[in-house]
């Protein structure tokens, strides 16, 4: 999608579809002006409780009047004037454009309406919401229907400054880099595996001089000692790979910050068998290590400056006659020994020996991100990822990039009570814990191996993908880590 501002009255401006935003029950500022042009037809169908007051609302105006553009859509962004608004506002107002036959999109920004919103803020929000619409993954219908959007104007009373255009170079970046996680999210564990994640580690390094690429085979992680992640990747037919990107950006000998994502490309449970229905969406098992090739596209289009490390343990959890068993005891890279009560619970295990393998860069903080439990989904649903994490500043800076931003986590216990739970009688822990509390026993596990560096866990399993009738990846916590690193800039 082509994107430009524009100044100027938006009565003259030609365009397939303009988007306009409500703030409650009457229109505000240039929307006023625009309403004259219309002969007061919006506003008629406000006072007659047409779009109602609800964020998200849209109302299509089929006959625009005096205007030169061919329709107008209302949104509703609430009245309050809150963000949150706003986002409901933008996307819904976005996501009808989409499916509409509108080539040429035009929005009127709303100049400041929304409280504590400046410029830059309120075009990043703009042209996010605008490319996450446009989404689409249709590469393997044979008549897929493409999105007829292809241009967006943004409309503003004056001339946009530095400031904004720094910040749509940004958010199309990010727009590019969260569109990147959904679609290896999306794709079938049948092409999405861990060559094909290296693959596209080495895709994004050759798009920027400052990502390089180390690919970790099997026989050097056995060698390394890296028996955890070993166990994992027994069963499966495609070889398990240790993914080392490392984006360049800040000063050369700045501490690195280091992401590590969980990338089984699909889980079975291995021996421990999942149940047979929704078993498909195990391909998304992979989403951590979808999240970081994002963010670090992202960072490296964006030209962050701060040097980042994305660590991918890839593998896939499949059953055969050489998988590992349950009760079977494997030696980590740390040297610790872990006791395999149940196989499905393989993304922890992967994990440990990529959070012992970030020690050697000497991290100035680490973040991993994996779909690690069901019981975050049961403590949080979708709208919050858990946060786990062994360092307070860490932590708050996490929360503030999730609340900036709208990617929210919300913070658990890491306490020390709840690590007798993964007592084994024959080696150093079990990989598991029991019913009770089970995402945090499995950031418990985690924590044993991040005692050399601040590390924070981000346990996606609820916020990655939707289910349904609108099931596909949702691009988080993209967006999130991609402000956390930008604050580091600082």
Wanted: hydrophobic content about 45%; some cysteine; glycine content about 12%.
């Amino acid at each position: 999608m082509k994107i430009a501002f524009k100044s100027g009255d938006p009565a003259k401006l030609p365009c397939d579809l303009l988007l306009v935003p409500v703030f409650g029950a009457a229109l505000k500022g240039r929307a006023l002006d625009l309403d004259a042009a219309l002969g007061g037809l919006a506003g008629r169908c406000l006072t007659q409780g047409d779009l109602g007051t609800s964020a998200g609302a849209t109302l299509l105006l089929p006959i625009a009047g005096g205007l030169k553009a061919s329709r107008v859509l209302l949104f509703q962004c609430g009245g309050d004037g809150a963000m949150e608004g706003l986002r409901e506002g933008l996307a819904a107002a976005f996501s009808a454009a989409c499916k509409s036959p509108a080539k040429s999109l035009a929005c009127l920004l709303s100049d400041g309406t929304a409280a504590g919103l400046d410029a830059a803020a309120l075009t990043e929000e703009t042209v996010l919401a605008a490319h996450y619409a446009r989404y689409r993954f249709h590469r393997y219908l044979k008549t897929a229907k493409p999105v007829a959007a292809a241009s967006l104007v943004l409309l503003q009373s004056g001339r946009a400054g530095a400031a904004q255009q720094k910040a749509l170079t940004r958010a199309e970046a990010l727009a590019r880099g969260i569109a990147l996680t959904r679609t290896l999210g999306d794709e079938p564990g049948n092409v999405c595996h861990p060559t094909y994640l290296a693959k596209e580690a080495q895709r994004i390094a050759k798009a920027h001089s400052t990502v390089k690429v180390e690919v970790l085979s099997e026989a050097e992680m056995k060698r390394l000692g890296m028996g955890a992640f070993l166990a994992v990747s027994a069963g499966s037919a495609q070889p398990g790979k240790l993914i080392v990107l490392r984006y360049s950006g800040g000063a050369r000998n700045a501490a690195p910050h280091v992401l590590v994502g969980k990338g089984i490309t699909f889980d079975t449970g291995g021996i421990s068998l999942k149940p047979g229905p929704g078993m498909d969406e195990m391909k998304y098992d992979m989403c951590g290590a979808a999240s970081v090739l994002g963010t670090l596209s992202a960072a490296a289009e964006a030209k962050l400056p701060v040097n980042v490390i994305g660590v991918i343990a890839a593998a896939e959890n499949m059953p055969s006659g050489v998988a590992t068993r349950p009760g079977d005891i494997v030696k980590t890279l740390s040297g610790q020994t872990v006791e395999i009560l149940n196989t499905d619970a393989e993304g922890r295990l992967v994990l440990c020996d990529a959070l012992t393998y970030a020690e050697r860069f000497k991290p100035a903080s680490v973040v991993d991100i994996a779909t690690l439990t069901g019981a975050a989904v049961i403590a949080l649903g979708s709208p919050a990822t858990a946060l786990y994490a062994n360092n307070d500043d860490l932590a708050a800076a996490l929360l503030e990039a999730g609340e900036g931003t709208g990617d929210r986590a919300w913070r658990m216990p890491l306490w020390e009570a709840y690590q007798k739970q993964l007592k084994s009688n024959f080696a150093d822990m079990a990989n598991i814990g029991g019913r009770e509390a089970g995402s945090v026993t499995a950031a418990c596990f985690l924590a044993r191996f991040t005692k050399a560096y601040p590390w924070a866990h981000l346990d996606i399993a609820g916020s990655a993908w939707r289910t349904g009738a609108d099931k596909g990846a949702t691009g988080r916590p993209v967006r999130l880590l991609m402000r956390y690193l930008e604050a580091q800039c600082a």
